[in-house]
Each structure stands twice: as structure tokens, then as C-alpha cells.
């Protein structure tokens, strides 16, 4: 074994392989960009290297710069985890050209299953299934070959990007163009291929683990047909779609193609399976390092393959056979992202002001995050995964709900709320899964509404904030007191304005009554609800809990009211000056404010102030974690200001630029 190896990564991952690194009593080396200087990993491992600044082509993606760090702290393997630089034959070659150990599969292997059209020619020449297609240069002649509707699919990179569901071929040529600009933009080749598509399809992989011995097994399956926008959000082991016969057969499929390819180390074969026929299905790709989904086959299999990735590495055999691995249980991963589902999941970002993640009691939590993490734009969103593990699928589904509910991070949007909902949905309970569910039902498991007692709470807080500098011994002005108090007359109440941002500005009175509770009035009331708060959460109890017309309602908060989280959804709830804003559209006489939908960079100016617009046109770009938002005239009119520039770094609902509207449109 190692005495020292080098975590080519940052967040969630280079936690976990920093974890099994100190299992084994190996020395870890992190490596983090400016942007990551306090971060988890980093103070988490025994040595850490600064690579460059923030973003990531100068640090993460810097194979000179990580090669120094490695050098500078003899290391004598480098684990990559996942994104990055994880599937990078260039890298792998370089790290054996440092005389570094690349704890994954060999460079040649990495370069071919890359390539998804020799990949396929590869393993079909090894017998094994796959999905009927095409590829360049006779791409157009196989699609209409196969007929629609077929999916055409970069040659050079996955995650989504460059793929385009074809279901009309008049609109084939088009297609094709499109397709390759993304490709071209995302991965630097525009090589496409086409595969016929199969509705309603389900997404299946087998986790495949070889040593170089030519030892090779496989660990069973995991079902990943949950997805949004092709990517994964919700994958689980084992599949309720397969019975043991097409399971081995499968599992005997991922096997020849890891042989077919040389292949030594974790990995992953993906197969595209018909929903009501099962033996029919067909490899997709195979991605050649450890996946994010990698715990739910750890706990129904009991092995850290994290462990076996370094074991194999050193040079070890596989001291198990085929016969030798059971799948037990069932788990279920979740991955927690920072995206809001109400502004149609786009990245969010902050920082992490409270932070409660569920471990123990069959649940499991990878993360990078802690209390002071600063989330910002230039990484992947993917903050953290929770796993839940029961004897069966439904106390897994059950345990990893609740654990999602009492899920905690304030100050940053993030999506775990939504797949609390996603979880309870009749279609995934039942096992009725394919990788168009989320996208038919997503409408109905966004909830935009916030909820009375979300503001209720926020003034309740506010309330006693307002009231602790009175608190003390002796005598108290009953004038400096906030509680309406008037001699010889009826308590005044003490106005909230509040406001959660995408909502308009809700107002809430409170007063104090006789028996030390209070009086609280919300916008549109016709009476006022009866109140009672304990105590404002401090320290490491968040939880603040308060009755409302005698029902209890308990959330995880700041103490200033304004950030509040409960059942896995977070709100921030800011001051609202209704004077200020007053002014504001006042002063622009109609106007409307362009604003960040997402913090990020502005990467595209293409107007100047004083400029006319139309309707609809585009003036600026916004760019956050791999994600373009064209931010457009809402109407035609002048651009009357403009507050940022090309390189601009924004926060969320900043203003970026004011359109006051012609005289026609204010007509």
C-alpha cells in the first residue's frame, strides 16, 4: 500500500477518499484553488497544496500544477475522483511519465471508452448489446435508417450536454447543426452519433471492479432512471426492474466490456433497458472512474471500493470471486444541490450559515460543506448526497425522506426539499421509474407558495431580536420596550415588513397580550391569530419552535428570523422598506429592473446605456457552474442604466440594468 496519495479534487469527494485514506492509515495530500482555502477537504486531510486561483483551467484542471504538488510532498499515487481531470488520458499518461501511480483505470483504456463510437464498436465486437445507431460521417444517412424518433449524442463527452432528441426528421439538419455547435463548445470536437431512442426508457448500470491480474466481477446494479435534464438526481441499489437471470446476464455483459477494453479499477457500464422488456437492453457507455452513485452499491454489497480503487492500484488481486458478492438491502442516494427549484433550478449560491446533515440510524451523508462555506459559481452545484439504507426498498425510501426533511443548510437555495416530494410520489414508491418521470411531474413537486407560518415565524424573531436589548435587572422603561405598550390605552402592534425574494411584500403586526403571548395579524387577515414563541434558537440548536392558534410549528433558523428551513425547504426572508422601494419605482418612473437570476459572472455585455431595445432582445449573458442564462429586454425601451461589465461577478437578484419603457409601451 501507499504511504502517500494525492486527492485530485475538492468538495464532497475529496472528503470521502480523504476518509478511507485515514482508514487505511495512508497519508493524504488535498489540493485547493484560492477559492477553496478553508475549505472542508483541505483542513480535513494531513497536508494541503495551494494549486492557483479560483478557477478551475489554472488549478483544478492544471495537470502541471497538480504533478508540482505531488512532487513537492512525495506522493506516489494521485486519486482524481470524479469530473476534472478523473477521465483525462493525457493525465493518467502524465502522472506514469512522473512516475506517479494514477489510482484508476490505464490511459488507453480511458481514451477508448471515451470515445463513445469505438466504445461501442469495441464492446459489440465482445458480444455484448448495444443501442442500434450511427455515426459520422454518415450520420443523417443512419438516422433516417433507423427512423424516428432517434437521439443524437456527442462522441467526445456526456452529462447532457450536445444531446438532441430528434422526433420529426424534417428538422433532422437542423438538429444536427445545433448538436454539434454544443458539442464543438463543450468538448472541443464535434463528432456526433445517433442511437435509435426508446421511449419511456430506464437507465441501468453495473458496477464493475477489475484488478491487473485479469481478475474481473462485478457488484450488482444501480438504478438511475431518475434524471432532470439527463442528469442523475436520485439513483438506488438494487433495481426493482430486474429478477436475478437478467441481472447476471447483465452484470456478465459489464464484465466482457471491462475485458474488452483492458480495463483495471472501479468502474461503471451503462446500459439504456425498455421498461417492459428487460432482457432487451443495450450498453450505452462506460465511464471509467469511481461515480458519484458509488455508496448505494457500498452498502448493499459492504464493500468500500474506495478501498479497492487503492488496493487495486498498489497491485493487489482481487481476493474475492464472482460467487463471493451478495447483494443485501437496499439503498437509496439523493444528491443535494445548490439550485433553486422555484426559479426553475437554476444555481444558486451563498454562504453556509447553519449546516445539520443526517448521519446514523441507516443514513449516511457524503459532503463538503460546513458552517462559514462559501458556495460560488465556479464549480459543479453538487454539495452533498444523502444515502439511506433498510433490510428493503421501502424502509430505505421512508428512512432517506426523512432524512432529506431534516436536511439543514441555510443561507444557500439548494434542491433537497423538491426531492423529499420527488421521493413520495406514488410513480417512484410504486417503482414505476423511467428517465422521463421528473420531467412530466416536475410542475407538481415545486411548491413556489410560502407558507403563513414561514412569516410568522421570521416576525416572531425579529420580535424578540427587537425586545433583548431591554431585557436586564431593575427597572425597565416600558417606552423603550416594543411590546405597544400606551398608557391608558390599547397596545399599538409593531409592523414586520418582510419579504421573500420572487414574492411580493407581505406585512406582519404583532402585539403582546396579558398572558405573555401575542397577538399577530398577516396581511388579508380578518382577525389576528394567537401566538407563542420559545426561545430563539443559539449556539448549536437551531430549532425554534412557536405556536400559531394553538398548533406547533418547528423550524430550523438563524436568530435573526432571516433565513428558515423545514422539511428539507429553506426560505430567506428579508427586511422590506416599503419607503425605499417606494422611491425606487418612483425615481424610475415605470421602469424594470433587469436582475441576476443566479449569482455568477456576466460574460456577455451587448448593449451600452442609452442604447434603444426591443422586446425580447438579448443584452446580457450570466454564468454560473457550466450554466448560461441570456438575460433579455422584458419590453422595448432604452437602456437607462448599466451597472455591470464583461468579467462582472453578481449575487443573486442584483440589479444589472434598468429598461425604461418608449413612450408606446407606457401608452
Same mark, same amino acid.
Given at each position: 500500500?501507499?504511504? #502517500?496519495?494525492?486527492?485530485?479534487?475538492?468538495?464532497?469527494?475529496?472528503?470521502?477518499?480523504?476518509?478511507?485514506?485515514?482508514?487505511? /492509515?495512508?497519508?493524504?495530500?488535498?489540493?485547493?484553488?484560492?477559492?477553496?482555502?478553508?475549505?472542508?477537504? =483541505?483542513?480535513?486531510?494531513?497536508?494541503?497544496?495551494?494549486?492557483?486561483?479560483?478557477?478551475?483551467?489554472?488549478?483544478?484542471?492544471?495537470?502541471?500544477?497538480?504533478?508540482?504538488?505531488?512532487?513537492?510532498?512525495?506522493?506516489?499515487?494521485?486519486?482524481?475522483?470524479?469530473?476534472?481531470?478523473?477521465?483525462?488520458?493525457?493525465?493518467?499518461?502524465?502522472?506514469?511519465?512522473?512516475?506517479?501511480?494514477?489510482?484508476?483505470?490505464?490511459?488507453?483504456?480511458?481514451?477508448? &471508452?471515451?470515445?463513445?463510437?469505438?466504445?461501442?464498436?469495441?464492446?459489440?465486437?465482445?458480444?455484448?448489446?448495444?443501442?442500434?445507431?450511427?455515426?459520422?460521417?454518415?450520420?443523417?444517412?443512419?438516422?433516417?435508417?433507423?427512423?424516428?424518433?432517434?437521439?443524437?449524442?456527442?462522441?467526445?463527452?456526456?452529462?447532457?450536454?450536445? &444531446?438532441?432528441?430528434?422526433?420529426?426528421?424534417?428538422?433532422?439538419?437542423?438538429?444536427?447543426?445545433?448538436?454539434?455547435?454544443?458539442?464543438?463548445?463543450?468538448?472541443?470536437?464535434?463528432?456526433?452519433?445517433?442511437?435509435?431512442?426508446?421511449?419511456?426508457?430506464?437507465?441501468?448500470?453495473?458496477?464493475?471492479?477489475?484488478?491487473?491480474?485479469?481478475?474481473?466481477?462485478?457488484?450488482?446494479?444501480?438504478?438511475?432512471?431518475?434524471?432532470?435534464?439527463?442528469?442523475?438526481?436520485?439513483?438506488?441499489?438494487?433495481?426493482?426492474?430486474?429478477?436475478?437471470?437478467?441481472?447476471?446476464?447483465?452484470?456478465?455483459?459489464?464484465?466482457?466490456?471491462?475485458?474488452?477494453?483492458?480495463?483495471?479499477?472501479?468502474?461503471?457500464?451503462?446500459?439504456?433497458?425498455?421498461?417492459?422488456?428487460?432482457?432487451?437492453?443495450?450498453?450505452?457507455?462506460?465511464?471509467?472512474?469511481?461515480?458519484?452513485?458509488?455508496?448505494?452499491?457500498?452498502?448493499?454489497?459492504?464493500?468500500?471500493?474506495?478501498?479497492?480503487?487503492?488496493?487495486?492500484?498498489?497491485?493487489?488481486?482481487?481476493?474475492? +470471486?464472482?460467487?463471493?458478492?451478495?447483494?443485501?438491502?437496499?439503498? =437509496?442516494?439523493?444528491?443535494?444541490?445548490?439550485?433553486?427549484?422555484?426559479?426553475?433550478?437554476?444555481?444558486?449560491?451563498?454562504?453556509?450559515?447553519?449546516?445539520?446533515?443526517?448521519?446514523?440510524?441507516?443514513?449516511?451523508?457524503?459532503?463538503?460543506?460546513?458552517? /462559514? +462555506?462559501?458556495?460560488?459559481?465556479?464549480?459543479?452545484?453538487?454539495?452533498?448526497?444523502?444515502?439511506?439504507?433498510?433490510?428493503?426498498?421501502?424502509?430505505?425510501?421512508?428512512?432517506?425522506?426523512?432524512?432529506?426533511? /431534516?436536511?439543514?443548510?441555510?443561507?444557500?437555495?439548494?434542491?433537497?426539499?423538491?426531492?423529499?416530494?420527488?421521493?413520495?410520489?406514488?410513480?417512484?414508491?410504486?417503482?414505476?421509474?423511467? #428517465?422521463?418521470?421528473?420531467?412530466?411531474?416536475?410542475?407538481?413537486? !415545486?411548491?413556489?407558495?410560502?407558507?403563513?407560518?414561514?412569516?410568522?415565524?421570521?416576525?416572531?424573531?425579529?420580535?424578540?431580536?427587537?425586545?433583548?436589548?431591554?431585557?436586564?435587572?431593575?427597572?425597565?422603561?416600558?417606552?423603550?420596550?416594543?411590546?405597544?405598550?400606551?398608557?391608558? /390605552?390599547?397596545?399599538?402592534?409593531?409592523?414586520?415588513?418582510?419579504?421573500?425574494?420572487?414574492?411580493?411584500?407581505?406585512?406582519?403586526?404583532?402585539?403582546?397580550?396579558?398572558?405573555?403571548?401575542?397577538?399577530?395579524?398577516?396581511?388579508?387577515?380578518?382577525?389576528?391569530?394567537?401566538?407563542?414563541?420559545?426561545?430563539?434558537?443559539?449556539?448549536?440548536?437551531?430549532?425554534?419552535?412557536?405556536?400559531?392558534?394553538? !398548533?406547533?410549528? #418547528?423550524?430550523?433558523?438563524?436568530?435573526?428570523?432571516?433565513?428558515?428551513?423545514?422539511?428539507?425547504?429553506?426560505?430567506?426572508?428579508?427586511?422590506?422598506?416599503?419607503?425605499?422601494?417606494?422611491?425606487?419605482?418612483?425615481?424610475?418612473?415605470?421602469?424594470?429592473?433587469?436582475?441576476?437570476?443566479?449569482?455568477?459572472?456576466?460574460?456577455?455585455?451587448?448593449?451600452?446605456?442609452?442604447?434603444?431595445?426591443?422586446?425580447?432582445?438579448?443584452?446580457?449573458?450570466?454564468?454560473?457552474?457550466? &450554466?448560461?442564462? !441570456?438575460?433579455?429586454?422584458?419590453?422595448?425601451?432604452?437602456?437607462?442604466?448599466?451597472?455591470?461589465?464583461?468579467?462582472?461577478?453578481?449575487? &443573486?437578484?442584483?440589479?444589472?440594468?434598468?429598461?425604461?419603457?418608449?413612450?408606446?409601451?407606457?401608452?
Amino acid at each position: 500500500m501507499f504511504d #502517500t496519495v494525492l486527492v485530485a479534487n475538492r468538495g464532497e469527494i475529496a472528503v470521502r477518499v480523504i476518509r478511507t485514506l485515514r482508514s487505511l /492509515g495512508v497519508r493524504s495530500v488535498a489540493v485547493f484553488s484560492d477559492a477553496d482555502a478553508d475549505a472542508r477537504h =483541505v483542513r480535513e486531510a494531513d497536508t494541503a497544496v495551494r494549486i492557483g486561483p479560483a478557477p478551475a483551467v489554472e488549478s483544478y484542471l492544471s495537470v502541471e500544477r497538480i504533478l508540482q504538488a505531488a512532487a513537492a510532498t512525495n506522493a506516489q499515487a494521485v486519486h482524481p475522483g470524479y469530473g476534472f481531470l478523473a477521465e483525462n488520458a493525457g493525465f493518467a499518461r502524465a502522472c506514469a511519465d512522473a512516475g506517479l501511480v494514477f489510482v484508476g483505470p490505464p490511459a488507453d483504456a480511458i481514451a477508448l &471508452m471515451g470515445d463513445k463510437i469505438r466504445a461501442k464498436e469495441t464492446v459489440s465486437a465482445a458480444k455484448v448489446p448495444v443501442v442500434p445507431g450511427g455515426r459520422d460521417p454518415d450520420l443523417a444517412r443512419a438516422a433516417r435508417e433507423l427512423g424516428a424518433p432517434v437521439l443524437l449524442k456527442p462522441s467526445a463527452g456526456g452529462g447532457g450536454k450536445g &444531446m438532441r432528441l430528434v422526433r420529426d426528421l424534417s428538422r433532422l439538419d437542423d438538429e444536427i447543426a445545433a448538436a454539434r455547435r454544443e458539442a464543438a463548445a463543450s468538448f472541443g470536437d464535434d463528432t456526433l452519433l445517433v442511437e435509435r431512442w426508446i421511449d419511456r426508457p430506464r437507465h441501468i448500470e453495473i458496477q464493475v471492479l477489475a484488478d491487473g491480474h485479469g481478475n474481473v466481477v462485478h457488484l450488482g446494479e444501480r438504478e438511475c432512471s431518475l434524471q432532470r435534464r439527463h442528469q442523475k438526481i436520485i439513483e438506488e441499489a438494487p433495481s426493482v426492474l430486474l429478477d436475478d437471470a437478467t441481472r447476471a446476464a447483465m452484470g456478465e455483459a459489464a464484465v466482457q466490456a471491462a475485458r474488452s477494453c483492458g480495463y483495471v479499477g472501479a468502474g461503471t457500464v451503462e446500459f439504456i433497458v425498455p421498461g417492459g422488456d428487460p432482457a432487451a437492453y443495450c450498453f450505452m457507455e462506460m465511464n471509467t472512474r469511481l461515480q458519484v452513485e458509488h455508496p448505494v452499491t457500498e452498502l448493499v454489497t459492504g464493500l468500500d471500493l474506495v478501498e479497492w480503487q487503492l488496493r487495486v492500484a498498489a497491485g493487489e488481486r482481487l481476493p474475492f +470471486t464472482q460467487d463471493d458478492i451478495a447483494l443485501t438491502g437496499h439503498a =437509496v442516494e439523493a444528491r443535494v444541490c445548490a439550485e433553486d427549484p422555484t426559479r426553475g433550478f437554476l444555481p444558486s449560491g451563498g454562504t453556509v450559515l447553519a449546516l445539520h446533515e443526517p448521519q446514523g440510524d441507516g443514513v449516511r451523508t457524503d459532503s463538503g460543506l460546513s458552517e /462559514g +462555506t462559501e458556495v460560488g459559481s465556479l464549480y459543479d452545484p453538487m454539495l452533498s448526497k444523502v444515502v439511506a439504507y433498510g433490510p428493503d426498498r421501502a424502509t430505505a425510501l421512508r428512512r432517506l425522506r426523512a432524512a432529506l426533511a /431534516g436536511t439543514v443548510v441555510l443561507g444557500v437555495p439548494t434542491n433537497a426539499g423538491f426531492l423529499r416530494r420527488l421521493l413520495a410520489h406514488p410513480a417512484v414508491v410504486e417503482g414505476d421509474l423511467d #428517465t422521463g418521470l421528473v420531467e412530466r411531474e416536475v410542475a407538481g413537486l !415545486v411548491t413556489d407558495e410560502v407558507p403563513t407560518e414561514v412569516y410568522a415565524a421570521a416576525a416572531l424573531l425579529r420580535q424578540a431580536a427587537l425586545a433583548a436589548p431591554a431585557r436586564g435587572t431593575g427597572w425597565v422603561d416600558p417606552f423603550s420596550v416594543p411590546q405597544g405598550w400606551r398608557l391608558g /390605552g390599547e397596545r399599538a402592534w409593531t409592523s414586520h415588513h418582510l419579504r421573500v425574494p420572487g414574492h411580493d411584500p407581505v406585512t406582519v403586526r404583532l402585539r403582546d397580550t396579558a398572558d405573555d403571548g401575542f397577538e399577530l395579524l398577516l396581511d388579508g387577515a380578518e382577525a389576528p391569530a394567537r401566538a407563542s414563541a420559545g426561545p430563539a434558537p443559539s449556539g448549536a440548536d437551531r430549532r425554534f419552535t412557536f405556536r400559531l392558534d394553538g !398548533v406547533a410549528h #418547528t423550524f430550523a433558523a438563524l436568530p435573526s428570523g432571516t433565513w428558515l428551513g423545514r422539511d428539507g425547504d429553506a426560505w430567506q426572508v428579508r427586511d422590506h422598506d416599503p419607503v425605499e422601494a417606494s422611491l425606487s419605482r418612483t425615481a424610475h418612473s415605470g421602469a424594470d429592473s433587469l436582475t441576476a437570476p443566479m449569482p455568477g459572472t456576466v460574460t456577455v455585455v451587448k448593449v451600452a446605456v442609452g442604447d434603444e431595445v426591443s422586446a425580447g432582445q438579448s443584452l446580457l449573458v450570466v454564468e454560473a457552474m457550466k &450554466m448560461e442564462h !441570456v438575460i433579455s429586454a422584458p419590453h422595448a425601451g432604452t437602456v437607462a442604466e448599466l451597472d455591470v461589465s464583461p468579467g462582472s461577478t453578481v449575487a &443573486m437578484d442584483q440589479v444589472l440594468a434598468v429598461i425604461t419603457p418608449t413612450e408606446e409601451e407606457q401608452a
